[in-house]
């Protein structure tokens, strides 16, 4: 996730919608004082190959730490509570008040069912013997195929604006025109050659599969009219 004091911005970033690639882009414009959380290092590596900024200022201050962290506290410790995927209550509730209503909240959304099968791919890259679609679903945390939660605070919309992932060029071009960055935002490609399967999701999500789909992911179905 990044948070632009420079650019009066917060991206909430949620799973497998180009996320981590969105951030890199975005890295090009920070300021020394914007907070950039990290990614993978081979990420981290297309970052710097850039020369955009890298993770920076995601430690905790101290005058935000709870209870939990009072007890587990050492001296000379810092600890980071700025993380991909962080969800728009936990921003809420860390950031100046001021911040958080002034600046302009943005994130990615993605067809559920196609979102499913992504994030299929991304998480059974390395198993073997690796299960079918509807094993996987049957098991995978449901933070994990919704992102409902990282947008929303208390069931309701809590970012400016939800970009189309299907759309994503366009819509990130939208975001530079509403934020007057100083130059087109050009993504770099990132994670993107575990799936090797290209066909449309609707050959992969069947009947079963798409009972869980639509039973986890019920609220962003509702809330952006998306059809099977």
Not at 99 to 122: G, H, M, Q
Not at 128 to 133: A, M, Q
Not at 151 to 172: H, M
């Amino acid at each position: 996730m990044i948070i632009s004091h420079k650019h009066k911005f917060i991206f909430l970033k949620t799973r497998k919608t180009a996320g981590t690639s969105i951030e890199i882009a975005l890295s090009k414009f920070c300021g020394e004082n914007d907070i950039i959380t990290k990614v993978t290092r081979k990420d981290e590596k297309i970052r710097s190959e850039l020369g955009y900024r890298g993770p920076q200022n995601f430690y905790l201050p101290c005058p935000k730490y709870t209870l939990r962290y009072w007890r587990r506290y050492q001296p000379g410790r810092k600890y980071a509570d700025f993380y991909n995927h962080m969800p728009a209550k936990r921003v809420k509730s860390i950031i100046d008040r001021g911040n958080w209503e002034t600046y302009f909240k943005f994130c990615i959304e993605r067809n559920p069912w196609d979102k499913a099968v992504s994030l299929y791919y991304w998480r059974t890259r390395n198993m073997n013997p690796k299960p079918n679609l509807l094993e996987y679903l049957q098991t995978v945390d449901v933070n994990h195929l919704s992102n409902f939660e990282i947008y929303s605070i208390d069931g309701d919309l809590a970012v400016d604006y939800v970009c189309s992932y299907e759309n994503l060029d366009e819509e990130i071009n939208k975001i530079g025109e509403i934020l007057e960055l100083p130059n087109k935002t050009l993504l770099p490609k990132a994670k993107g050659a575990t799936r090797k399967d290209g066909r449309d999701y609707t050959n992969n999500v069947g009947f079963e599969e798409k009972k869980i789909v639509d039973r986890v992911c019920a609220r962003e179905i509702e809330l952006f009219g998306y059809n099977y």
